[in-house]
């Protein structure tokens, strides 16, 4: 019996012309009609070895098929920047987004705090512009970035970029590495919102765990030990908004074809359902 001409639809490492194409059809469909002639006259021995023979060539078609789909698989991590004003929900939405996707998580906010934690020349140079409210300078923070990109996790799992590039000069830097997104998810609040988010939010410094005295309460076992970041104040969180506001248009800019705005305020889960399907 002949086989279905499907077959001749197999996705090889090499492309395989349409005169190639016939030529294996009509060896198969001439190794089913023997196999048939052969079964018909009894000589099982032989009849036995053409079908192992042609067992064998569709096993091996089956991994070339399976091999291609799993490097093609390979090749599509998703690529995500989420930007947005301070306590837009940025943090929320990564940890749902990870939770769900596997994506790495990039924090520029994160790194930069470890290095402050950690002393390095780095951190200090960061930390004083940090407290202020200010953009730290480009120099310090891309090569950061970059390297975190560029570990094997963020290779093989794709990455969730999370409040980086804050500046046109930032979003150049990206280009000019050879990072592109998929996606640039934007959060929109109001700045009244926004204002009364920063001021109320507390660390957890013993699991690094972000709570809010109204909105997201901690466990009363928890309560006593929680602290308020040092640029978590009124002033300047509306020093920082005000560098978001002025930076903004410029990275948007670069990634206009892509952004996708959403509205941040309203519930975590509902945010969450418009950012899945954006990407």
Partial sequence: MALPLTVNCVVSAKPVSVKRSNQLAAQRVSSGNRFSQLKGKKNLTQALNLRSSFVAHKSRTASRVLTNKVTMSAGGQKRVIISGAPASGKGTQCEKIVEELGLAHISAGDLLRAEVKAGTEAGKKAEGYMKAGELVPDEVVITMVKNRLAEDDAQTKGWLLDGYPR??????????????????????????????????RRLDPETGKIYHMTYFPPPEEVKDRLIQRSDDNEEAAKNRLATHARNVNAVLSYYEDRIVRIDGNRSKDEVFADIMKAI
């Fill in 167 to 200: 500046s046109g000069s930032q979003a150049e830097a990206l280009k000019e590495a050879g990072i592109e997104a998929d996606v640039f998810l934007l959060l929109e609040v109001p700045d009244e919102i926004l204002i009364e988010r920063v001021v109320g």
